[in-house]
């Protein structure tokens, strides 16, 4: 079983927030969730799909059954309480402006210490009419180094106060092999087939 840092004292933050913040997030937007059983309950993993806003961040905490460390803008980390509120959440630091090596080596870190993580591989919300932006390599590229499985998502619909009208359905685990252009590219189309479907289906 995961145990990284000692996780069960380091993360009471994470677990408080996650179970006061869960019942409020499904009263308010009422979210459809579908696949949750595709989501390991321990051993290393990768979470990713589509970002269409910046409520997404909650169902990365609300729906799997274990502590998911996300990937965030490392503005949020600036002041002291942010810093300390971020890494409470088990969230990553991530300059976006750079090839951020720290970030890097802490989520391989996390992988190999059977932990999970949860990015949105195009590094920015979808405000475009486009299905998805371009996937940066980051999730294919953690996946190949510690040989952890991707399970992928999609969420489709939007946020509406106490509608129905938010879906977030996750895929089969799948492992990447070496070529991480020929593997973006899978994510990249795996997602896009999710969409579509979902799209088809008039969700």
């Given amino acids: ?22 019942p409020l997030f ?3 937007f009422r979210p459809t969730i579908i696949g949750k059983e595709n989501i390991p309950l321990d051993g290393r993993i990768i979470i990713c799909g589509n970002h269409t806003s910046n409520l997404d961040a909650a169902f990365m905490i609300s729906v ?13 980390f600036n002041s002291k309480i942010g810093n300390a ?17 720290n970030a890097k080596s802490e989520a391989i870190n996390v992988l190999n210490n059977e932990g ?3 990015l949105f591989p195009e590094g920015t919300v979808n405000k475009t009419d486009k299905i998805i932006l371009p996937f ?15 399970v ?16 977030i359905e996750y895929g089969k685990a799948y492992y990447v092999g070496e070529n991480l252009e020929k593997e973006n590219e899978k994510l990249q189309n ?13 969700e």
């Fill in 26 to 28: 499904k009263l308010i």
């Fill in 190 to 202: 795996i997602i896009i087939s999710m969409l579509k479907r979902k799209e088809k289906d008039g």
């Fill in 85 to 101: 509120f971020f890494r409470s959440m088990g969230c990553i630091s991530v300059n976006r402006s750079i090839h951020d090596e």
């Fill in 152 to 167: 992928p998502f999609v969420i489709t619909g939007k946020y509406k106060l106490f509608r129905k009208s938010i879906t």
């Fill in 64 to 76: 799997p059954d274990r502590i998911v460390h996300t990937l965030a803008k490392k503005e949020l």
């Fill in 136 to 150: 940066k390599y980051g999730a294919v590229s953690f996946a190949s180094k510690t040989h952890s499985p991707i």
């Fill in 116 to 118: 999970a993580i949860a």
């Fill in 1 to 22: 079983m995961y145990n990284y840092l000692g996780e069960s004292m380091k993360y009471r933050l994470y677990k408080f927030v996650k179970c006061v913040g869960t």
